[in-house]
C-alpha cells in the first residue's frame, strides 16, 4: 500500500506556545509541514503511524505531555516492545504507563494543572491496521466524496451525540485521568483510494465537518488549506493536521 502523506502543524493565532505535536511514523513536528511518499508492506515485523497529540497542562507543561508521549510510541515500536501479536495490549499499555508518569510529575511539581494529552490516528503493524483514540482529537476517513467521524471523542457531547451536553474531556492521558485508550483493528474498513484525516480540536473547533469534506475533495493541498482556513476562522487554538492518501 502506498501513502501520500501532507502534514502542517501551526501554532494557531492566539495562542503563546504550542502544545500540539504530530508523529508521522516517528518524525517528530511541531511548528513544521511535512510532504512524505510512503509505502508499506505487510510483512509481520513492518509499522508505520500517523499520530496527532494534543498537550494541556498551561505554560510548555502541555509541550512536554505530547512530546513524551509521541517519544515512548516511538522508542516502542524501535525495540520491539510493540509487535503484530501484542499490539492492542501493548498499546494501551504504554498509554497507561505515561499516563501515570505525567500524573505523577504533575503532583511531585505541584502544578496547579496536571499535566496530560490526548492521541488520536492510525496504525499500520504488519497487515493489520488500528486507529487508537484517547481524548477529542480527531481522526476521519473520507470516501468517495463523504467524510466519516472514525472515532468517538471522549466527551460527553461525544459519546451521547447530543450538542447541547459538555465538550468537557471525561477521558485524556494524563491529566488526572487514567488514560484510557481505545484500539480498534479497522483494518477492514479502511481500502485503496480512501483519505485518512488525523487532526487536533484546533481544527475542528474552527472548521465543521462540511467545511472539512469540502477542503478534502477541492484542493490539492488539503493539510495547507484546512490549517489556513482554521486560522481564518479565528485560530483560537493550535492547529495539527495530517492527510493521508492511500494510493490504488
Known sequence: ?????????????????????????????????????????????????????????????????SELLLKCISDSFMDGRISPENAEDSLRQ??????CTLNMRGIEENQERILGCTLTGVIW????????NAGDSRTYRLRNGILKQLTTDDTERGITG??????????????????????EDITDRIMEG???????????DMVDDEGIEEILCSNERPAESLVETANRNGGADNISVIVAHLEN
Do not use: Q, W
Not at 162 to 183: F, P, Q, W, Y
Not at 194 to 203: K, Q
Open 1 to 65: 500500500m502506498k501513502l501520500e502523506i501532507h502534514a502542517v502543524n501551526d501554532i494557531g493565532c492566539s495562542r503563546t506556545n504550542n502544545e500540539d505535536m504530530m508523529s508521522v511514523g516517528g518524525i517528530l513536528l511541531r511548528d513544521a509541514s511535512l510532504e512524505l511518499p510512503v509505502e508499506i508492506d505487510d510483512e509481520s515485523d513492518s509499522y508505520f503511524y500517523i499520530l496527532v497529540s494534543d498537550g494541556m497542562g498551561g505554560h510548555e507543561k502541555g509541550e512536554e505531555a
Open 94 to 99: 504504554l498509554v497507561s504507563d505515561v499516563s
Open 162 to 183: 447530543d450538542e447541547n451536553a459538555s465538550k468537557l474531556l471525561l477521558n485524556a492521558i494524563g491529566g488526572g485521568s487514567h488514560g484510557r485508550l481505545t484500539v
Open 194 to 204: 480512501d483519505t485518512i484525516l488525523v487532526c487536533s480540536d484546533g481544527l475542528t
Open 125 to 132: 503493524i504488519g497487515s493489520r491496521t488500528y486507529l487508537v
